[in-house]
């Protein structure tokens, strides 16, 4: 079964400092993953996402993600935290051997962005 | 500006009284997802649809939960009866599929926030 481990409830940063929010995965097959973001009483919105190709992705907001295989990691950085960052962050995951639809998230990191 | 929604946004309810929470699909996109999402949970998986046809819903309680889609434009999800434990976040997602799975990003609607007193 596939799963996604987000180890931080929280992460606290100076604005102006670099981030970076933890998600490691298990699927029993290749993955696509995902990070999404949630403002107060919103929806998820998408960040960015690994499918194929360089393990570097770079998504909205200066948000950027790298695809570790061997430590089945995509940690979400940032290097430079703004106030406005301050959001609740999603890793997400799905299986491309169990048919690539399932998507499953992990429990949430809450990103503190201090002025 | 394409976007999912969901109807209705909060809603208040003795326990034992039917619910109804319902999703607008972004137009074109075939696969629908539903989640609910507690403190304590954080986001569950209750079940997806994709061209209209259920795929797994093994997330649902199944004796009083149920999900369908009459219509591409339209995904339900009925709860009777509703429970207190039953309170909570409730969003719909869709997405575009091919035929070998979703490469693609889901999209979130507003969520329906339900309180079962």
């Known amino acids: 079964a596939q799963s996604v481990a987000q180890p931080e409830d929280q992460v606290n940063v100076a604005e102006g400092n670099p981030l970076t929010v933890k998600c490691t995965y298990s699927?029993?097959?290749?993955?696509?993953l995902f990070w999404y973001v949630q403002y107060p009483n919103r929806g998820l919105q998408f960040l960015l996402k690994?499918?194929?190709?360089?393990?570097l992705v770079k998504g909205s907001y200066g948000f950027e993600a790298e695809f570790n295989k061997s430590q089945t990691s995509f940690h979400l950085k940032k290097p430079s935290a703004l106030v406005s960052d301050s959001a609740l962050y999603f890793c997400?995951?799905?299986?491309?051997?169990?048919?690539?639809?399932?998507?499953?998230f992990g429990a949430g990191t809450r990103l503190f962005v201090k002025a | 500006d394409a976007r999912v929604t969901q109807t209705p946004r909060h809603k208040v309810t003795e326990m034992g009284q039917e619910v109804t929470m319902r999703c607008q699909p972004i137009l074109g996109h075939n696969t629908v997802f539903w989640y609910r999402q507690t403190m304590m949970q954080g986001l569950e998986l209750l079940a997806y649809f994709r061209n209209r046809a259920p795929l797994d819903d093994s997330g649902m309680p199944k004796d009083r939960f149920s999900a369908e889609m009459p219509d591409a434009t339209l995904a339900t999800l009925k709860i009777q009866p509703s429970e207190p434990r039953d309170s909570a976040v409730y969003f719909c997602?869709?997405?575009?599929?091919?035929?070998?799975?979703?490469?693609?990003?889901?999209?979130f609607g507003e969520g329906s926030r339900l309180t079962v007193l």
């Open positions: 997400a995951v799905r299986d491309i051997n169990t048919g690539g639809f399932k998507t499953i």
């Open positions: 699927v029993s097959g290749n993955p696509y």
């Open positions: 997602a869709s997405g575009l599929a091919s035929g070998t799975g979703s490469t693609g990003e889901l999209f």
């Open positions: 690994y499918i194929t190709g360089d393990n």
